[in-house]
């Protein structure tokens, strides 16, 4: 008999432990993809490419004139710049980093909203000498 009683439990056994395995995967997949952050640049996010509705970085240059701080608040308003020139108005409320300037590098992390990007956080990890490989070349 090629299904005996014990070789079906086992193979039910096998079964059950591979289909296990791939749910567990499955749900480990799922739940990185909810906490990952893509970066984009401006033009990238005007020209559509970036999704919708969920957190995302946009990176380039703080445009020199550009940063406008509330006295009442902790709220600014600036402008981020790249390589080809497009602009996107970026708000954020809250501590800004002591290396955030006019001029200098800036990733924010947020959502593109109504055509304002509303972060929720900045970072400005690098030194102030700091320039992204496109920009560097294009300001030369």
Request: hydrophobic share 40%.
């Given at each position: 008999?090629?299904?005996?009683?014990?070789?079906?439990?086992?193979?039910?056994?096998?079964?059950?432990?591979?289909?296990?395995?791939?749910?567990?995967?499955?749900?480990?997949l799922k739940?990185?993809?909810?906490?990952?952050?893509?970066?984009y640049?401006?033009?990238?996010?005007?020209?559509?490419?970036?999704?919708?509705?969920?957190?995302?970085?946009?990176?380039?240059?703080?445009?020199?004139?550009?940063?406008?701080?509330?006295?009442?608040?902790?709220?600014v308003?600036?402008?981020?710049?790249?390589?080809?020139?497009s602009?996107?108005?970026?708000?954020?409320?809250?501590?800004?980093?002591?290396?955030?300037?006019?001029?200098?590098?800036?990733?924010?992390?947020?959502?593109?909203?109504?055509?304002?990007?509303?972060?929720?956080?900045?970072?400005?990890?690098?030194?102030?000498?700091y320039?992204?490989?496109?920009?560097?070349?294009?300001?030369?």
């Amino acid at each position: 008999m090629l299904f005996n009683e014990n070789r079906i439990k086992r193979l039910f056994w096998v079964f059950l432990i591979v289909l296990s395995g791939g749910l567990i995967i499955f749900a480990a997949l799922k739940t990185f993809e909810k906490n990952l952050v893509f970066f984009y640049t401006p033009s990238q996010i005007l020209n559509g490419e970036a999704p919708k509705n969920r957190p995302i970085r946009i990176g380039g240059m703080v445009e020199p004139n550009s940063i406008n701080r509330d006295e009442h608040s902790l709220a600014v308003e600036f402008n981020v710049v790249d390589d080809k020139n497009s602009l996107i108005k970026v708000t954020y409320s809250g501590v800004v980093p002591d290396l955030f300037k006019e001029g200098k590098g800036v990733v924010a992390q947020g959502e593109y909203v109504d055509g304002i990007f509303q972060s929720t956080e900045i970072l400005a990890k690098h030194d102030e000498n700091y320039m992204p490989p496109d920009l560097s070349i294009a300001t030369k």
